[in-house]
């Protein structure tokens, strides 16, 4: 059983939860969010998972596998190092971060704690992503081995 705790429960987090809730195997434990009002909504729906104002009680269960972090992109770099450093998997909404550097940090810190690090693109497999795809393979200006 893969236990979960998300953190940001505003226009995603609600999605996020209902989601890993329904996967097999998965358990969402935790919700962080900063406002109580959001906490309310997801306890209500989500009885069973606890919820917190503080992100650090997640990083802080030792029983969390994962970190999914659904919060403004300022936030990402910062969450996303903690969680590896509290040594987490880690789930983030797009983009990863705010510059290239910071995701070439995360990269190397995931590597170095044998952790993943992964960024969740919502339309990847939509029908207008698939069009432009085709079509820039078709100028030869991508290469695709999927």
Known sequence: MIKVGIIGYGYWGPNLVRNFSNVDDCKVKWVSDMRTERLAVATKQFPYISATTSYKDIFNDAEIDAVVIATPVFSHFTLAK????????????KPLTASVAEAEELK???????????????FLYTGAVDKIKSLLIALKLVTCNT
Do not use: P, Q, R, S
């Not at 903690?82 to 909404?93: N, T």
């Not at 190397?108 to 919502?122: C, F, R």
């Open 82 to 93: 903690e969680a590896l450093l509290a040594g987490k998997h880690v789930l983030v909404e």
């Open 108 to 122: 190397e810190l995931a590597a170095k704690h044998g952790k993943l690090i992964m960024v969740d693109h919502t």
